[in-house]
């Protein structure tokens, strides 16, 4: 087998980097071998971006004119969906129906920045003279964008969108483990004809290529998705390079059930928050709070819905729980259950690898839930990244809040109330960039993302997401014609 070429300045070619092996979580059979980048791929890329977004071509366009490259893409993706629907679910081993909303996400991502494009615009100020003042918005520079393996081709989207739409060219690094999307957008991007080297895809190690992208001098933004301790190396980086970043990082997300919650829809809310995608998701709702009157009730219920949960190959419609990503993840994920115990929690279900036939070669593992620990454990505290629920009772509305904030994480809430004053407290009182009231995930592209204290800096979506791509120049224009009073 020949590695897969990568794209590099508007070429696909193989890359000077040692190749890399993607492999299904299924049954981890070899997918593909991949070409990746090293220092000098990346430092043409770079180049290329520069030449690229000097280029008349591109410099000149207006934007609706470069709003159509964008809609081109997203039709694209569109014509392609399932196929690409089909090619996550290989990569990444997330169920097809997730697959699928996750390429639906795209096409509504670059259309979403398609019209933002065109209809955002700069300001006219208020003058304090005769004279005209004015805040127009420029590209920032060649941008890097790394992104992490759980949601392959709308975190690209999200970042690819607005770079371009704001005049940028931006070169994507994918995580290692799930290169495989990346390209496939990069192959779209050329069919619609995007003017070379305004997107490259240089698949690579963090250590390797990621590490060169951020560090290189001619890279003017860095957009990082992925951990809090990726996220830190790259932010003292860009303090060195005085360089714009935005950090989308980890979670450690309460699920909050008020005592008068609706139930029915309470439980399947918990259920989604913490084991859809597996529980691989930055926003999973892993610290489960509910209140002491309705705990064991609500617990129970839990445990037994849990229990009849589908786990099973990604490629079934009817599968709600797919494989982990890799084998060195479900352990780490195994080793936090294990550490539960240590700390004196109770397996209340899940938390092993399962023995159906037909999974024994992937990455499968139970969803599990562990009460019986406090807030302040570290299997309460530290990310896990898996289908992991901690159960914690509370008390009262202050003992809530100071239990929910007390984190290092500030990612995403949920809350489950029929009552909207309640909801409204505990909305505003969390410290978290998104809360959500009665609902889970729920997301639009014209809503802000992004996270508080250590899960991260910065927001993406939405209009303040294409504005993070560029930068404001202000320009005055003196309409009275006097010399200024100095002069002779
Ligand atoms: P990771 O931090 O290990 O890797 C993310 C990306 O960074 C990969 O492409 C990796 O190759 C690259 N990388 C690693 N070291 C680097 C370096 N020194 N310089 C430059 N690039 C480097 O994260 P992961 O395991 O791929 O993803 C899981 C994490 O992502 C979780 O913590 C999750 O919460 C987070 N995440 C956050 C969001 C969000 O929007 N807040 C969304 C999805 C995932």
């Not at 159509?68 to 997330?94: M, V």
């Not at 096409?107 to 700069?122: D, S």
């Not at 007390?406 to 505990?426: E, F, K, M, P, Q």
């Amino acid at each position: 087998m020949h590695p897969l070429p990568l794209y590099l300045g508007g070429e696909w070619r193989i890359g000077r980097g040692a190749p890399l092996e993607t492999r299904n979580p299924h049954d981890n059979s070899l997918l593909a071998e991949v070409s990746t980048a090293d220092t000098a791929d990346v430092a043409e890329a770079v180049s290329c971006a520069e030449r690229a977004m000097a280029d008349p071509a591109w410099r000149n366009l207006l934007p609706h004119q470069r709003a159509l490259y964008l809609q081109r893409i997203a039709a694209l993706i569109e014509r392609d969906a399932e196929r690409l629907a089909q090619l996550q679910r290989q990569d990444n081993g997330k169920p097809i129906h997730e697959t699928r909303a996750l390429v639906a996400s795209a096409i509504g991502t670059f259309r979403y920045f398609a019209a933002a494009c065109e209809t955002l615009g700069g300001e006219i100020t208020p003058p304090r003279g005769d004279y005209l003042s004015m805040s127009v918005y420029e590209p920032l520079g060649p941008i890097a964008a790394i992104t992490p393996w759980n949601s392959p081709i709308a975190s690209e989207a999200q970042k690819i969108a607005p770079a371009l739409a704001a005049g940028n060219a931006v070169i994507v690094k994918p995580s290692e483990l799930t290169p495989l999307l990346a390209l496939e957008l990069a192959k779209l991007a050329d069919e619609a004809g995007l003017p070379k080297g305004l997107l490259s895809v240089l698949p690579g190690t963090g250590a390797i290529t990621g590490a060169a992208l951020v560090a290189h001098p001619g890279i003017r933004k860095v957009t990082f998705t992925g951990g809090t301790v990726t996220g830190r190396a790259i932010g003292r980086v860009a303090a060195d390079k005085l360089m714009p970043v935005s950090l989308e990082l980890g979670g450690k997300s309460p699920n909050i059930v008020c005592a008068d919650a609706d139930l029915a829809q309470a439980i399947n809310g918990v259920l989604f928050g913490i084991f859809s995608s597996q529980g691989q998701s930055c926003i999973a709702g892993s610290r489960i709070f509910v209140a002491r009157a309705i705990y064991d009730r609500f617990v129970a219920e839990l445990v037994r819905r849990t229990e009849a949960l589908r786990i099973g190959n990604p490629a079934d419609t009817a599968t709600q729980i797919g494989p982990l990503i890799s084998r060195d993840h479900r352990a780490k994920v195994q080793g936090y259950v294990k550490l539960a115990q240590e700390e004196g929690g109770r397996i209340l279900c899940g938390g092993a690898v399962p023995d159906d036939a037909g999974l024994e070669a992937g990455n499968y593992f139970q969803p599990a839930l562990i009460d019986g620990l406090t807030n302040s454990c570290r299997t309460a505290r530290e990310e896990i990244f898996g289908p992991v629920g901690v159960l914690l009772p509370f008390d009262d509305e202050d003992d809530l809040i100071a239990q929910a904030n007390d984190s290092v994480y500030g990612l995403a809430c949920g809350i489950w109330t029929a009552d909207y004053r309640r909801a409204w407290r505990i909305a505003r009182a969390v410290d978290a960039g998104t809360v959500w009231i009665n609902t889970y995930k729920l997301f639009s592209i014209a809503t802000p993302f992004g996270g508080n204290k250590e899960s991260g800096m910065g927001r993406e979506k939405a209009l303040d997401g294409l504005r993070a791509y560029m930068r404001q120049k202000s320009v005055y224009w003196d309409l009275s014609g006097r010399p200024l009073p100095w002069a002779n």
